[in-house]
Nanobody, 124 residues
Framework: QVQLVEAGGGLVQPGGSLRLSCAAS????????RGWFRQAPGKEREFVST????????YYADPVKGRFTISIDNAKNTAYLQMNSLKPEDTAVYFC?????????????????WGQGTQVTVSS
């Protein structure tokens, strides 16, 4: 059974940092890109970041550019999202996903597998 398990969410004060991880089990996703999306209460799921399978190409949504960093460790079948300088508007459930392609995708339809999500709350 294929599973993507996110971890690392929690409550953090504005300006703080969190590191999310997304571990895959059940199969390897060799050759496939990864992505992160988020969904705030009452809002649609939105793209956050994506990384190519090789890790050589990354792309970020404007609201997180310069603050978030995506990375991938194919040996561990795991993707990461380092989030710095967090703001209250970053509060959401964060989802990781595996793309259908080796290059990153910015739309949800470009992904085949999804994790269950991890809550990130930024509040003082």
């Amino acid at each position: 059974q294929v599973q993507l398990v996110e971890a690392g969410g929690g409550l953090v004060q504005p300006g703080g940092s969190l590191r999310l991880s997304c571990a895959a089990s059940g199969r390897t996703f060799s050759g496939l890109a990864r992505g992160w999306f988020r969904q705030a209460p009452g809002k649609e799921r939105e793209f956050v970041s994506t990384i190519s399978w090789s890790g050589g190409s990354t792309y970020y949504a404007d609201p997180v550019k310069g603050r978030f960093t995506i990375s991938i460790d194919n040996a561990k079948n795991t993707a990461y999202l380092q989030m710095n300088s967090l703001k209250p508007e970053d509060t959401a459930v964060y989802f990781c996903a595996v793309a259908k392609t080796s290059f990153g995708q910015i739309i949800a339809g470009g992904y085949d597998y999804w994790g269950q999500g991890t809550q990130v709350t930024v509040s003082s």
